[in-house]
């Protein structure tokens, strides 16, 4: 009896007698990072974040780089100055200009309803200086503050039939926009029920042209 008990205790806890599939299965040893895997990744993060660095120092570059002028011809591509003056004549009633003559881009271009309510667009000249039009239901006198500068007639003479004069611009000492207006002239129409200016740092002659195509505008 002894015997046999024995025997069955040696059955059970023999452990060659046990099944391979209670072995415990063996864990794959993980890789540990070494020396030199390491400096090949740190080198190669180096190299992305180089690219990303010089990535965006040239767009910051490419951006300062550009010219006023460069800028403007952008943003004439989406100031449609027809549609505008279409809709600034309705409100202020009177026939907006919508010149644009070849070789000029615009700008901008605006109403204001303000006392006195006026329409002013501003365009880049084809020699590349900044040329801007007020046109007004108002008197010379009354549109003349919205002139950045101090502004000055002298020499009364005719375009086309209608009565102009010249005007000599001085930038304001506190005017943040004195650079456009240094050295600046310009020219003052009466056309029919508006009073027109076009004024900036181009020469006489862009002013003239500028003038004389706004005047063909307004007057059909």
């Known amino acids: 009896m002894v015997g046999s008990h024995g025997a069955g205790r040696g059955g059970i806890w023999n452990n060659e007698a046990m099944p391979e599939s209670h072995e415990s299965p063996q864990r794959k040893k993980r890789e540990l990072p070494t020396k030199k895997n390491t400096s090949?990744?740190?080198?190669?993060?180096?190299?992305g974040l180089n690219i990303i660095v010089v990535a965006i120092a040239a767009v910051v570059i490419v951006g300062l780089g550009r010219s006023d002028r460069d800028a403007s011809s952008q943003?004439?591509?989406?100031?449609?100055?027809?549609?505008?003056?279409?809709?600034a004549s309705e409100a202020l009633g009177f026939r907006a200009a919508d010149a644009e003559p070849g070789g000029w881009s615009v700008?901008?271009?605006?109403?204001?309803?303000?006392?006195?309510?006026?329409?002013?667009?501003?365009?880049?000249?084809?020699?590349?200086?900044?040329?801007?039009?007020?046109?007004s239901r108002a008197d010379y006198p009354a549109l003349a503050?919205?002139?950045?500068?101090?502004?000055?007639?002298?020499?009364?003479?005719?375009?086309?039939?209608?009565?102009?004069?010249?005007?000599?611009?001085?930038?304001?000492?506190?005017?943040?926009?004195?650079?456009?207006?240094?050295?600046?002239?310009?020219?003052?129409?009466?056309?029919?029920?508006?009073t027109l200016i076009i004024y900036g740092a181009g020469s006489e002659k862009e002013h003239a042209a500028l003038m004389k195509e706004t005047l063909d505008r307004v007057k059909k």
Do not use: H
């Open 145 to 194: 503050p919205r002139i950045r500068g101090e502004a000055a007639k002298s020499g009364y003479f005719e375009i086309e039939g209608t009565e102009c004069a010249n005007l000599e611009i001085r930038a304001n000492s506190n005017d943040n926009d004195a650079e456009n207006t240094k050295g600046a002239s310009g020219l003052v129409c009466s056309a029919g029920e508006t």
């Open 75 to 87: 943003a004439a591509s989406t100031v449609n100055v027809g549609e505008s003056a279409a809709r």
């Open 107 to 135: 700008r901008d271009a605006k109403m204001s309803t303000a006392e006195p309510p006026y329409w002013e667009v501003r365009y880049t000249s084809p020699s590349g200086a900044l040329e801007t039009l007020l046109q």
């Open 40 to 47: 090949v990744r740190n080198l190669v993060w180096a190299i």
